[in-house]
């Protein structure tokens, strides 16, 4: 069995864009705006401003309260819309529960939305349209698997969970790769024996080690996106020790999926820059 380091391939791309960025000459930048004290979002947000930083980018922090109204939120991502100094805009999930995350997210101008979740890119990736800005976690899947060297056309895909940042792009994305794609989730029936079936196991349905070594076909590439804290120790969907006895390829948790989201934001935010910097000549 090969792991699949998605530190290490993280480390690549943020060098890459580090050369990019110094080519460009301007500092892309990246405005994210947090609603709250959700302690894990905070980690997150500082994770992300770190790496953006050490890759040569502006990461700016709009911090709203807790109680903020919908209205406060929409004049400020509005002002972010208008600034032509920010390339690229996150809300940072999950917001207050007054606060609605899908009106939230209609809020960001589309060519800033750098983490792929509003409807004209959704609509793009679906599509198969190549600008598309497509969510950081299952493009950071597409780079892990594509890293392996296995072919994907052909290939039945199975992916744990339909989330809209996950699951759902995820399956178009593989989709455009020309795999088979099977999308499974809590209603699922004989969800074991689907799994099986799986040249490629994606599990992301937060569920501390439910994948067990009876999931997976022998060979399969497995990729474990979940992060659950399990008596304070980080662990994915999948058991890794069982599935370490079948697959050929498997991402560990932490070191996996983690760092190639903030990698495909970063790259993500470098694009939306180049392209607003190509569309104001
Ligand atoms: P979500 O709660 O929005 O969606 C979970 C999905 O999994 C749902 O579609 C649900 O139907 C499905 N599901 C839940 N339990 C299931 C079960 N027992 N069997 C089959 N399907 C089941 O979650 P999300 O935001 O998509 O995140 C999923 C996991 O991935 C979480 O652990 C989250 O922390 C992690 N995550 C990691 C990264 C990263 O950068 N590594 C990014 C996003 C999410």
């Known amino acids: 069995m090969k792991i699949i380091d998605g ?9 890459k864009l580090k050369l990019r960025i110094e080519a460009l000459g301007v ?4 405005a994210v705006v947090l609603a709250g004290d959700d302690y894990a979002s905070q980690v997150y947000v500082r994770n992300k401003r770190k790496a953006a930083e050490e890759t040569g980018m502006v990461c ?5 309260s807790a109680e903020a109204s919908f209205d406060e939120l929409a004049a400020l991502v509005d002002g972010l819309n208008r600034n032509p100094s920010v390339h690229g805009i996150i809300i940072q999930m999950p ?3 007054h606060l609605n995350n899908n009106e939230a997210l209609r809020l960001i101008d589309e060519a800033k939305d750098v ?3 509003g409807i004209r890119n959704a609509g793009l990736l679906m599509q198969n349209q190549v600008e598309a800005v497509v969510p950081a976690t299952p493009k950071g899947v597409l ?5 392996t060297g296995v072919n994907l056309a052909g290939k039945h895909a199975v992916i744990i969970g339909r989330s809209n940042i996950v699951g759902r792009p995820l399956a178009c994305l593989l989709l455009n790769q020309d795999c088979t794609v099977t999308v499974t989730h809590t209603l699922t029936e004989n969800i074991e024996n689907i799994a099986r079936q799986a040249d490629i196991l994606v599990a992301a349905c937060g569920c501390p080690k439910l994948v067990k070594e009876s999931w997976i076909k022998e060979g399969a590439v497995v990729i474990d996106v979940g992060i659950n804290r399990v008596d304070g120790r980080l662990c994915g969907d999948v058991d890794f020790d069982e599935a370490a006895a079948k697959a050929a390829f498997l991402s560990p948790v932490p070191g996996g999926v983690g760092p190639m ?3 495909m934001l ?3 935010t470098c694009e939306a820059c180049e392209k607003q910097l190509r569309e104001r000549k």
Request: a neutral charge; zero cysteines; aromatic letters at 2%.
């Open 143 to 147: 780079v892990m698997l594509k890293s």
């Open 261 to 263: 989201t903030i990698a």
């Open 7 to 15: 530190r290490e391939l993280a480390r690549q791309i943020r060098e």
């Open 60 to 64: 700016e922090v709009h911090h709203l």
């Open 115 to 117: 983490d792929g979740f």
């Open 27 to 30: 500092q892309p930048r990246l």
């Open 266 to 268: 970063l790259e993500n």
């Open 95 to 97: 917001l207050p529960l």
